[in-house]
């Protein structure tokens, strides 16, 4: 029990990232096929990867983030500027975990492979945004609430 309520569960935290991890994963290998002109196999390669890591990344960074806000706040609240920045600081990070693998599965230069990575990361900007504004709507964390 942290600041009088639960924080999400193993459980509850692998669902989530399941659930918005493939479903990002379809969307993005039918998009980056037709518009980056890539074979479906090609990017369905990089979305997989880019998953798994995102998987592993996802309940780490949510987990740390969650914890900072409930000891910072003490509640799991996010209004929209910090969901921005929540989303945006999760976006960064996986954008150095994945450049070098894009540029070495794609046999593109860090150049190249940082602007599709970024394309990718701007797709996924807006997705998280709106995956975990809804997932928090439909599911909401476990009443953790700010006592005083």
Known sequence: ?????????????????????????????????????????????????????????VYIYNLAFDRVLVRLTGALRKPIWLRIIHAILFEAGLLIILLPFIAWHLGIGFVEAFWLDLSMAGFYLLYAFAFNWVYDLMFPPGGVEKRG
Do not use: K, Q
């Open 1 to 57: 029990m942290i600041g009088g309520g639960d924080m999400r569960n193993t459980r509850e935290r692998i669902v989530h990232a399941v659930s918005f991890e493939v479903s990002g994963l379809l969307i993005l290998t039918v998009l980056g096929s037709w518009g980056l002109g890539y074979p479906v196999t090609v990017m369905g390669t990089v979305a997989l990867v880019g998953t798994t890591l995102a998987m592993v990344w």
